[in-house]
């Protein structure tokens, strides 16, 4: 990944799986479901569900065509069955979307409460499963002390995200030790997001590797988001 973003959209994200904040309304591989934020930066672009096409040169020297039809194998697994493994893409043909609106819900906590943390943590676990049904996504991530989320829904309202997210941010501030601060904002389109949500010059020489997982539904929709809060909380920087 270069600086501003200038090349990648079809390197190892794509290859990876293609995991986005727009995966719950357009599927893998969408512009830009969960993942780490805080002091790390994620370069989205577009893949998975949404390639139609990849040419490619394989390791025995090959250059060949990928999709539904043509070697449907290799086109499984260029699309998150082993990324870079398979050859060197070449190009890429990606089915777009229209463009519209959309509207995001950001809430950043400092904590001098570990309790009052895990209670925030675990009312946030117990609403993601509804957050994504209503087309949701976003990410989350930090430690018992601070930590963030953001989230972005296209075709949604200023008043409907804030009808949303007014329950979860009534909650965060009444909790004791936590400092909070909360927006909603409405972006005119993507772009207008992603470009001053991402730091792209972040990841030029840097000693680090960003990797995603994802989780079945019946991981976060528990009947024990506490336990599950407890255990993020254990790692030295959670992400989701």
């Given at each position: 990944m270069s600086a501003r973003g200038s090349v990648g959209a079809a390197g190892g994200w794509l290859a990876g799986g293609g995991h986005s904040?727009?995966?719950?309304n357009y599927g893998l591989g969408t512009p830009n479901s969960l993942e780490i934020i805080g002091p790390f930066s994620h370069c989205n672009f577009t893949g998975v569900d949404n390639v139609l096409e990849i040419t490619i040169v394989t390791a025995d020297g090959d250059h060949v065509i990928a999709n539904p039809y043509n070697n449907q194998d290799l086109f499984w697994a260029l699309r998150g069955g082993g990324g870079g493994t398979w050859g060197v893409f070449t190009s890429v043909t990606y089915?777009?979307?229209?463009s519209t609106t959309f509207s995001s819900a950001i809430l950043l906590v400092n904590s001098t409460n570990a309790n009052s943390t895990k209670n925030l943590l675990t009312e946030i676990i117990h609403l993601t499963p509804s957050l994504i049904e209503q087309g949701y996504g976003g990410y989350g991530g930090g430690f018992t002390e601070q930590f963030q989320l953001t989230v972005l829904s296209p075709n949604v309202t200023a008043e409907q995200t804030n009808a949303t997210f007014r329950p979860l941010f009534e909650f965060a501030h009444s909790q004791p030790g936590l400092s909070v601060e909360n927006y909603t904002i409405v972006h005119q389109d993507f772009w207008s997001w992603y470009e001053p949500s991402v730091n792209y010059d972040a990841?030029?020489?840097?000693?680090?590797?960003?990797?995603?997982?994802l989780l079945p539904k019946d991981v976060v929709q528990t009947d024990k988001p506490g336990d599950l809060a407890v255990e993020l909380l254990k790692l030295p920087g959670f992400g989701y």
């Open positions: 904040i727009l995966s719950p089915k777009t979307h229209p990841q030029v020489g840097r000693p680090s590797e960003i990797s995603s997982w």
